[in-house]
C-alpha cells in the first residue's frame, strides 16, 4: 500500500475557481505535513506546510488537515493559469521532525482561461 | 540568501561508470536529505544526514549508492557501476534542525546512463 495517496489528474479548473486538491496517508503517526508546487522540468517548491488539525491560509492557498481522518487537502482560490503545475503532497516518514518525506506521486493542475 | 545548489544541473554518462553528484545546502541548514525522483512520480527518499553523519540511509537502494558529508556541509551522492535504471533526476534538500522542519529543494541533477 502506498504511504500516500493522491488522484493523478489531470484536474482542469476554470480561471478565477477554486482548485481542490486532496491526498490521504497511512501512518497515523505523522506529524508534519507539506504542499509542494512542481512545474514541469523544474524541482519541487514548498507552498504550504500545515502541522496541527484544522485549516491554515497564505495567501491564496489554504491547507487542510484532518489527522482523524488521515486526510490532507490544498485549496487555491482565484485559480491563475500560472497555477498550473503538479501538486505533491508530503508527509514526514520518521519518528523526528526532521526526517525524511514521503512524496505521493503528484496531482497535476490544468488552469484555463 | 542563496538557496541550495546541484552541480552538475545534467549529466551523461555510459553504463558501468562511475558518477558523483554535489549539494551544497542552504547556509546554517544542519539537516541534508537525497531524494531521486522518475517521471510522474514524486520524489523518493534516498538518505539523511544529520551533520556529517547518515541519520538514516534506508532509501539508498544497494550498495552501488554511497554518499557524504565530510565537513557537514556539501554532500557527495557517489553511484558506482552505474546502470540504465539510475537515470532519473537527483534532488538534494536542506533543512533546519532546529525548527521548522520544512525541506527547501535544490535544482537537481539530471542523470542520464546509456
Known amino acids: 500500500q502506498k504511504e500516500v495517496e493522491q488522484n493523478s489528474g489531470p484536474l482542469s479548473v476554470p480561471e478565477g475557481a477554486i482548485a481542490s486538491l486532496n491526498c490521504t496517508y497511512s501512518?497515523?503517526?505523522?506529524?508534519?505535513f507539506f504542499w509542494y508546487r512542481q512545474y514541469s522540468g523544474k524541482s519541487p517548491e514548498l507552498i504550504m506546510s500545515?502541522?496541527?488539525?484544522g485549516d491554515k491560509e497564505d495567501g491564496r492557498f489554504t491547507a487542510q488537515l484532518n489527522k482523524a481522518s488521515q486526510y490532507v487537502s490544498l485549496l487555491i482560490r482565484d485559480s491563475q493559469p500560472s497555477d498550473s503545475a503538479t501538486y505533491l503532497c508530503?508527509?514526514?516518514?520518521?519518528?523526528?521532525?526532521?526526517?525524511?518525506?514521503?512524496f505521493g506521486s503528484g496531482t497535476r493542475l490544468s488552469i484555463r482561461p | 540568501g542563496a538557496g541550495v545548489s546541484q552541480t552538475p544541473s545534467n549529466k551523461v554518462t555510459e553504463k558501468g561508470k562511475y558518477v558523483e553528484l554535489r549539494c551544497d545546502p542552504i547556509?546554517?541548514?544542519?539537516?541534508l536529505y537525497w531524494y531521486r525522483q522518475s517521471l510522474g512520480q514524486g520524489p523518493e527518499f534516498l538518505i539523511y544526514?544529520?551533520?556529517?553523519?547518515?541519520?538514516?540511509d534506508s532509501g539508498l537502494p544497494n550498495d552501488r549508492f554511497f554518499a557524504v558529508r565530510p565537513e557537514g556541509s556539501v554532500s557527495t551522492l557517489k553511484i558506482q557501476r552505474t546502470e540504465r535504471g539510475d537515470s532519473a533526476v537527483y534532488l538534494c534538500?536542506?533543512?533546519?534542525?532546529?525548527?521548522?522542519?520544512?525541506?527547501?529543494f535544490g535544482p537537481g541533477t539530471r542523470l542520464t546512463v546509456t
Open positions: 534538500a536542506s533543512s533546519s534542525l532546529s525548527g521548522p522542519y520544512e525541506q527547501y
Open positions: 501512518d497515523r503517526g505523522s506529524q508534519s
Open positions: 500545515i502541522y496541527s488539525n
Open positions: 508530503a508527509v514526514n516518514g520518521g519518528y523526528s521532525s526532521a526526517s525524511k518525506i514521503i
Open positions: 547556509s546554517g541548514h544542519t539537516a
Open positions: 544526514f544529520q551533520g556529517t553523519g547518515a541519520a538514516d
